[in-house]
């Protein structure tokens, strides 16, 4: 993480905006740093020490009103080194409201000797990119072998790297996918990258008509909280993967109750607490989860393979931090970013009215 510390003195913070990130995407391209990123996510949190990494459950504002919405900040610690806090926000009507992403987010990044912050990142692409890659490190390590049939419920800005990311870990063979808004779906062919399989489009009915030919789900929904579940899993494959990706508030969940209570379907937390507070897993207790992410990437469980498994990825916030720290690392050699001094600091630190004289 040394790329985002600052020396004693220096107080300047680099910000990274969204041309930014597309330049370092350019640069080394888009399957390369996806690759890279999973590698280190799978890396990283396959040796998830908690004396060394510190991590707070996210916390926020969720509201209705003006609308159905949320602003949330996500912290986690590299003890010794650095903090990084990303701020998101949801609001689901966004995309049909404004023309906007439905989350929106960026990310700080302080220096533990100083408290200064040191960088300011665009998140809203990191988050896509993170999410995909979390599910991608879960589906390499539990879903079936070889080539897939991959089914994805909800086709906006996540499916994309939902998808793209899976297909770094394993050959999607064919691809099913189905929206509310059928728009959504049958634009979702031209928002991925070329080299995937062009998506079949169905509609919600003849979706759960396919669910036997699946070998992974990806469910991506902006569903109310309420108004779940988005499928039906009632000829759900024996090994059937599946990376739950959109309940991610209370009330919010995307699967049936009934498969996700079958104690013979293996959940699979992101983060324990917050999966059982606004998770799939706000159906259990925490007794009847499987292992966590982190003990998933520990080691071998090539058992889970022909095993009903769900990774219930609320959005973890040390993955906020890896991707953060991967976009720093490639932008500080690339001379990218502006620096800027929003903390100037006095020559003499008790004299906070000096810039004034
Ligand atoms: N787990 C994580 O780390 C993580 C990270 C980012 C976003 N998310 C969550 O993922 C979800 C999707 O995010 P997004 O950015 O793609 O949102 P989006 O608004 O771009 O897309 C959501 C899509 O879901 C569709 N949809 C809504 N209800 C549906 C239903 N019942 N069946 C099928 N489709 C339905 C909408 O029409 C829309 O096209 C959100 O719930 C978001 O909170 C999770």
């Not at 779906?185 to 669910?211: C, K, M, N, W």
């Not at 992974?216 to 000829?235: C, I, K, N, W, Y």
């Not at 706000?282 to 009903?308: C, F, K, T, V, Y």
Request: aromatic share 6%.
């Amino acid at each position: 993480m040394s790329d985002v510390s600052s020396s004693s003195q220096d107080l300047s913070t680099l910000l990274l905006d969204v041309d930014d990130l597309a330049a370092v995407l350019e640069n080394v391209g888009v399957d390369f740093f996806l690759d890279e990123l999973i590698r280190q996510l799978a890396f990283d949190i396959g040796r998830f020490d908690p004396t060394a990494i510190e991590h707070k459950i996210r916390t926020g504002f969720n509201y209705d009103t003006p609308e159905h919405g949320l602003i949330e900040w996500m912290p986690t610690m590299v003890v010794g080194d650095v903090v990084s806090v990303k701020t998101v926000g949801y609001h689901p009507q966004n995309p049909v409201e404004r023309g906007l992403p439905s989350v929106l987010a960026t990310t700080s990044l302080y220096d533990t000797n100083t408290g200064g912050l040191v960088a300011l990142t665009e998140a809203t692409l990191l988050t896509a990119l993170r999410t995909g890659a979390a599910s991608a490190v879960i589906t390499q390590a539990v879903a079936k072998e070889g080539p897939i049939t991959l089914g994805v419920v909800g086709c906006g800005a996540q499916a994309v790297t939902q998808i793209h990311a899976i297909s770094r870990v394993r050959k999607i063979e064919r691809l099913i996918v189905t929206d509310v808004d059928q728009s959504t779906a049958e634009s979702l062919a031209g928002r991925l990258p070329e080299a995937i399989v062009a998506p079949e489009v169905t509609t919600h009915t003849e979706f759960d008509e396919v669910i036997a030919d699946l070998d992974v789900l990806v469910t991506a929904t902006s569903v109310e909280p309420g108004h779940g579940p988005v499928v039906t899993l009632d000829h759900a494959p024996e090994h059937l993967h599946i990376n739950a990706i959109g309940a991610d508030f209370p009330g919010k969940t995307e699967l049936p109750e009934s498969y996700v209570r079958n104690p013979d379907v293996v959940v699979i937390p992101d983060v324990i607490e917050q999966c059982l507070a606004e998770g799939e897993a706000q159906h259990l207790n925490a007794s009847e989860l499987g292992p966590d992410m982190a003990e998933i990437l520990e080691r071998d469980w090539h058992a889970l393979r022909s095993q009903q498994t769900i990774f219930d990825s609320t959005g973890w916030s040390y993955e906020d931090l890896i991707v953060a720290s991967l976009f720093v690392a490639h932008a500080v050699p690339l001379e990218l970013g502006t620096v800027v001094e929003l903390q100037r600091a006095p020559t003499d630190p008790h004299d906070p009215y000096e810039t004034l004289r």
